[in-house]
């Protein structure tokens, strides 16, 4: 039961902070602002990327297929969040840019729920 709290904290954590970017203040936002949107980004990727990790398998190419997703899943996340970092400092926030990064941790989130109470 920890366990998904912490994800659906995770989860309420970044569709508040996309909520306080899409108001529109991302045009008007000072420094102070924009470095504290940044570190709660980087914390939250931390945060996200380390979620699901758990006991692996013997099985050798079960591990690979679980290493692979994992770094696909990582880079993914990375590379979005410095889409939408790059897009403060311009100030041209693309809500696609927080949409995609927001479905690609609620599939990761919706699928550990469903494997975890599956069995």
């Known amino acids: 039961m920890k366990i998904i709290i912490y ?3 995770l989860l309420v954590f970044i569709a508040l902070l996309t909520g306080f970017l899409i108001q529109g203040e991302a045009d008007s936002m000072s420094m102070k602002k924009m470095l504290s949107v940044s570190v709660l980004l980087a914390l939250y990727v931390v945060g996200m990327s380390l979620v699901g990790e758990g006991k692996t398998e013997d099985e050798r190419a079960l591990h ?3 290493l692979s997703n994992r770094i696909a ?4 996340t990375i590379f979005l969040s410095f889409g939408v970092l790059y897009q403060l400092f311009t100030h041209n926030l693309d809500v696609w840019l927080l949409a995609g990064l927001i479905v690609i941790n609620l599939t990761k989130i919706i699928s550990l729920i469903y494997s975890n109470y599956r069995e």
């Open 7 to 9: 994800y659906l904290l």
């Open 64 to 66: 690979h297929r679980y």
């Open 73 to 76: 899943l990582v880079s993914g």
